[in-house]
């Protein structure tokens, strides 16, 4: 008798102990599937097994619309999917009108269009961006798919990437030059078509040069590329400065928005600000027109007016120094009109006589250079037999807008350089850059 109560008790501890907590306690898992009618009938709430099926209600009802469907969120509910969580169905109406806007992220405007409940969106034209490709639109960083029906007000954000420039076979010099409108100086009037002879000068690997003449004198010009806003210097533009001799030419750069291959008034000169740029000495939006002197006049005193913080001021810049060396006119030929207008920023000259105060009667003047920043003031420093030798570079990142303040710009298409003094250092003339070429930095790099 004992023997057989051991093995009914061994039995039914087998049977206890082989089953497993949750096999003993789990409990059914319930999730509640609330229907929103949007202002239809009510619709009762249901529960919902883990895995198992909702139960499509009969459609709600409401004055003076349709009912077209039940949807989780944005996106049409299928009763045939199995339910894992809890959820709210909101029930969508004919009669319901949705704003669908378009942020294009700085391309040109959409406008946004009102779309009745469960309807489609149109897909608007391909947006434009300088400098990136459209990738599509997108909606809570999904790309949006235009076969959805809209259910609520909606914002599609325009999704860009950086677009990618192919330099196979590009030069790293410049292609073309767009302009030249020199200011007085010594050496314009010297070849019968100065924008010719700059075209000639400038383009390539060039070793000839192009002076702008005194402040505002400007050369632009492009390359068979954009030039790319990369990490440090982008650009480097050669002149023929040597120590003590430094002048100063300003650069300013423009994007083609409209790809039409030249710059257009609509599209913004951008400054490279150098060392400086934010010094109180320095002038900005300064403005000056030189006249041709009248007939029977001395050609190499030119009549100015400036303007300087609404100031209007009248004088002359003199020439007459230089007679025994340039003896031609310094005021262009090559305007038909009697004046010229610049503006533009100003720099204070760094410019003085070393011989001042020696007793000597030969001044000798000295430009030393400025910091950083511009054109024609510290190639020499480069190391001589190298790409750079002559060079100052130059990065993009240091731009800015006409009211001084920064731009992020990834690229741009066309570069100007203009005088930036309106220093006459007696003999030695106007202190004018002289621009011998200029190069894309990355692919001299690559050289």
Known sequence: MKICNVFVALFLATLFWGCTPSEINEEPVFHTITFDANGGTEIAPQMVEDGDLAARPEDPEQEGSTFINWFEGNKLYDFSAPVHQSLTLSAQWTGNTYTVSFDTDGAAEIEAQVIDAGDFVTEPPVPAKYGYTFEGWKSDDELFDFSTPVIADLQLVADWAREQIDLTGKSPWISEVLDFRPAPGQFINKVDDELAAAKENLVGDSHQFVSLGTFGGNVSFKFDHPIVNREGNDLAIYGNSFEGNSEPGIVMVCQDLNGNGQPDADEPWYELAGSDYDL???????????????????????PYKEIIDGQEKVGTRDFTDIKPFHDQPMFPAMYTEGSVTFKGTLLKSKTYDQNEGTGSEYPFYVSPKFDWGYADNAGYEQERGSVLAGADVFDLSNAVDAMGNKVTLIQVDFVKVYTATTEIAGWLGELSPEITKAADLSMLEQE
Do not use: K
């Open 280 to 302: 109180p000495e320095t002038t900005h939006n300064y403005e000056i027109t030189y006249y041709r002197p009248e007939a029977g006049q001395d050609t190499h005193i030119i």
